[in-house]
């Protein structure tokens, strides 16, 4: 079993910064496509970004294009989600999800039901 963990959550100015981390249990974390979520209160859960193993693919969100940053240290078993120029709006729970398979899905890679296993979720909460 595969268990994932987000850090990194916490309370920032509008305009500020985060950086958020997911590390994960097992040697094979290196080998999945991990992708990132987030939910708001009373909004649907929100597809935010996705990256390969190799690090090779990536997508984003519309919303969050040209200010979140998606990266992986395989070394480190860690998925890094660099945030910049945050906005009230980017209030929520952030989730951390990996997929068993190695194959990068593609558009797919935006949707929750292609990841197997998922954290609890850091929260970020941005003051206007």
């Known amino acids: 079993q595969v268990q994932v963990v987000e850090s990194g959550g916490g309370l920032v100015q509008a305009g500020g910064s985060l950086r958020l981390s997911c590390t994960a249990s097992?040697?094979?974390?290196?080998?999945?496509?991990v992708g990132w979520f987030r939910q708001a209160p009373g909004k649907e859960r929100e597809f935010v970004a996705a990256?390969?193993?190799?690090?090779?693919?990536?997508a984003y969100g519309d919303s969050v294009l040209g200010r979140l940053t998606i990266s992986r240290d395989n070394a480190k078993n860690t998925v890094y989600l660099q945030m910049n120029s945050l906005k009230p709006e980017d209030t929520a729970n952030y989730y951390c999800?990996?997929?068993?398979?190695?194959?990068?899905?593609?558009?797919?890679?935006?949707?929750?039901?292609?990841?197997?296993?998922w954290g609890q979720g850091t929260q970020v909460t941005v003051s206007s």
């Open positions: 999800a990996a997929s068993a398979s190695n194959e990068w899905v593609g558009t797919r890679a935006k949707m929750a039901r292609e990841y197997d296993y």
């Open positions: 990256i390969s193993w190799s690090g090779n693919s990536i």
């Open positions: 097992g040697r094979t974390f290196s080998s999945y496509s």
